[in-house]
């Protein structure tokens, strides 16, 4: 998401330095995270149990659930105790503005709407104008594990994302599992995936390692399954359960929240049409899991 930078989170804007600074971890070379492009639905492994990732149904990986960042979103209310309705660090990426008033809860799925609307008067001084988006932010933070949501992204040039980030005075990494413009013409089968390290108490400068995974359908038409599995050794990237890209972790080690958004990226899917909205990015649910012997 990179919103310090105010910068979308592609490819063309991500430092690829060589020269780490001294004692830092050696920033991993773009060619170790690998792009796969398994023969979707095909590649796809059949559900048989909620309790397991998608991608893991026999449980090779020893999960069990992790209920602080599991939502079915059942009801007509975001879990206060788990969210936030909102990023109460950061007002949204402009021109849009997150609002409060976009984000609910029916139909048994979380909602976050993009609209045609204008800011109050203290935004618009600070530069929003005319559209709204929305936000919502975990509470608690998370250090490794499995995360899988069922969603169907907005389609518009609004963006739909799900990501983990966090940041203090000595540390700021972010994990995006999915960002999508899936109602940009040339984005419409694009899921994007990144990492990203702002600064570390060794490494300084910002740099990122993004990747496209290209669908065989239109990402807008339907919910599919998207999964993360993160560990101290290894980020993956699964799509309706087939692994699509996979790193190693020299620098996510730090607790990260979990994010769900829409944003206005002008520079990279383009600013919403009138004609596309409102426009809803729809999760119908969160799900975690933790390796039995550990974490955080």
């Known amino acids: 998401m990179s919103f310090a930078l105010a910068i979308p989170a592609a490819a063309a804007f991500c430092s690829l330095l060589a020269v780490c600074a001294s004692g830092a971890p050696e920033r991993p070379d773009p060619s170790e995270f690998t792009n796969y492009r398994p023969d979707l639905p095909a590649a796809a492994p059949q559900r048989v149990t909620d309790a397991l ?75 929003y104008h005319t559209w709204a988006s929305a936000a919502v932010k975990s509470k608690g933070t998370v250090l490794y594990g499995y995360f899988e949501v069922c969603a169907k992204p907005m389609k518009s040039h609004g963006s739909s994302a799900f990501w983990f980030y966090n940041h203090d005075s000595e540390r700021w990494t972010e994990i995006d599992m999915f960002e999508m413009g899936a109602g940009a013409p040339e984005h419409k089968r694009k899921v994007h995936m990144n990492v990203h390290v702002f600064f570390t108490p060794e490494d300084k400068e910002h740099w990122c390692r993004a990747g496209i995974y290209e669908a065989p359908f239109d990402l807008a038409d339907d919910y599919h399954v998207y999964g993360l599995e993160w560990d101290e050794k290894e980020i993956k990237f699964f799509v309706d359960g087939a692994l699509v890209r996979r790193g190693p972790n020299t620098h996510w080690h730090q607790p990260l929240t979990l994010n769900f958004d829409s944003e206005t990226m002008p520079d990279w899917f383009g600013l919403p049409k009138d004609e596309d909205l409102p426009s809803t990015f729809s999760i119908e649910y969160v799900r975690a899991w933790k390796h039995v012997e550990g974490g955080q």
């Open 53 to 127: 990732p998608l991608s893991d149904q026999q449980n090779a990986g020893n999960w069990v659930p992790y209920l602080p960042m599991t939502d079915e979103f059942e009801g007509n209310t975001l879990d206060p105790e788990k969210w936030w309705p909102t990023n109460p660090e950061w007002l949204g990426r402009q021109p849009a503005f997150f609002s409060r008033d976009n984000v609910r809860v029916s139909d048994g799925k979380l909602q976050l709407t993009m609209s045609r609307q204008e800011p109050p008067d203290e935004l618009r001084a600070k530069g």
